[in-house]
């Protein structure tokens, strides 16, 4: 038999912590253990039923071929007018590219911005798979560590300090996941001044758009169209497994990321393309308002309800659906922690390992995609354990 041979890249690509957490949680439910499961980072509800039956009608219309790599040109000009109508702001059609979800645009911003040996800047805590997707590119990421002050954001004083002569790019995400943060309008203008003056790109991520609860809910496009704007039906629009995303990118990278689609992914997926066309309808929209009020909701029952225990949360999540808390009262190995408090309680969470390594040992993330019931259920839980 011919032996494994792996490239190192690959051998080296870091894990998901987070995945022993569900493996063990799933051998605990097999024995009739009820789990409350804090770490799922995706919305609880289902598909809103008219967009499942936009997919099937394309099904049934056989509309399963193909389409051009950069998308459907009708939902491009779709995309084109929700920033139209959510943020008065005329966006080209040519310029947005849909993708297979937003880890799909990564993987394109990244491959056609880095070269092997080039740094792209990230921010620690932190969405891990951009670090991974830039290590597979034989790039490098260089994380640097947020805190409370920033928003737990990049900050132009932070990426001039760390700018290198390979660096080509910064990547923020906002809101921010693991923190629920918003990165201040003033502080994104900055930024993007910076890296233009560096002849860099700026990447930003705003898959958590749509699910802010406080303050403005703004894209980066109001501020630059030199930036690099991704997006994805999965999370506003509670979509994940449709795998659909997008991303709007200066002209001049247009026909390069075609070239680049074209031959890593051919195409995103049919049937999602036309549904994502219903998603974007003012009626549908409603049903997606109401799904971010009953995130609002949990977030305001989860925030206090953890202060009140001893977690220490620094900065206020404002969106997403998630809480990034410290757990120094408790532990200095949050992993470990995190563990006992799933096998003890059969309560779930993410171990800040899985963010990054800044102060990770004393953080841990609880995403609120469960109903009110069962949030209040592994409140207890956690207190119970807490003071055992
Ligand atoms: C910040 C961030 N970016 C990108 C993604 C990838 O999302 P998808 O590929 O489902 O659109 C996620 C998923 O959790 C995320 O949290």
Redesign the pocket.
Known sequence: MTSRKLSQRSQTLSPFHVMDILAQAKILSQQGKTICHLEI?EPDFATAQPIIEAGIDALKQHKTHYTPALGLAELRHAIAEYYDRKFSQVVDPQRIIITP???GA?QLALTCLLDAGDNVLLADPG?PCNRNIAQVLAAEAITIPVNAENCYQLDARAVAQHWKARTRAAMV?TPS?PTGTVLPKAQLTALAQLIERKQGRLIV?E?YQGLVYEDEDYTALEISDECFVIN?F?KYFGM?GWRL?WMVVPECYVDVIDRIAQNIFLAPPTMSQYAALTALKIETQVLLDARRDEFKQRRDFLLPALEQMGFEIAAKPQAAFYIYANCEKFTDDSFNWVKKLLNKQGVALTPGIDFGSNRANIHCRFAYTQSLEILQQAVDKIDAFIHK
Request: proline share 0%; hydrophobic share 30%.
């Open positions: 980072g979800g937003a880890s990564l969405y995400a996941n991520d898959i994805s999965s994940t995303g």
